[in-house]
């Protein structure tokens, strides 16, 4: 004990991932399991790393693959489910780093869809080329044979495609 304090002593990850088999192994229903699974979810995703030293942090978030269509979507019903038990001041930093996540997505969104318009509009000028480069040649061919004070230009001029 310091200055009437006990010590408190954090596990290293062998130690934590033990503790965790342990509080899932006690589970005796479907249901028992599944809220013991998202209450280590909501603990992972709330851990305040800065308490223990750096070699034992883990520097890693909570992720989540992309391999299913709600994949995307699982940390934010995380959020939502934790601030129903935990205290604001739990959970601010969290709620505080996501919006940034969330106005980082954005932009990304907005860049993906100018992206996609952009190469949509390529695509139609590529299938447009061969069209236009075919009337700038017939064009050219034209000039040259006709001097822009000839009177049959014109009327050739407008047959051109």
């Known amino acids: 004990m310091k200055a009437g304090k006990p010590k408190v002593d954090y596990l290293d990850r ?6 965790a088999r342990e509080y899932l192994g006690v589970a005796k229903t479907a249901s028992d399991y599944a809220g013991r699974l998202i209450a280590l979810v909501v603990m992972a995703r709330y851990a305040k790393e ?3 030293a750096q070699s034992n942090r883990s520097f890693s978030p909570l992720s989540v ?8 979507e699982v940390v934010d019903l995380v959020d939502e489910l934790a601030p129903e038990r935990l205290s604001d001041h739990l959970t601010a930093a969290v ?3 996501r919006a940034g ?3 980082q997505e954005a932009e990304q969104a907005e860049r993906r869809a100018s992206i996609e318009q952009r ?3 390529l695509d139609e000028l590529n299938r447009e080329l061969p069209r236009r ?3 700038r040649r017939a064009r050219g061919r034209l000039r040259s044979r006709f001097p822009r004070g ?3 230009a014109p009327r050739l001029r407008e047959r051109v495609p």
């Open 150 to 152: 000839c009177r049959c």
């Open 95 to 97: 709620r505080q780093q």
């Open 119 to 121: 190469s949509a509009r």
């Open 14 to 19: 062998a130690g934590a991932g033990a503790r």
């Open 101 to 103: 996540e969330r106005a």
């Open 65 to 72: 693959g992309r391999s299913l269509p709600w994949s995307g």
């Open 50 to 52: 800065d308490a223990v």
């Open 133 to 135: 480069a075919r009337s």
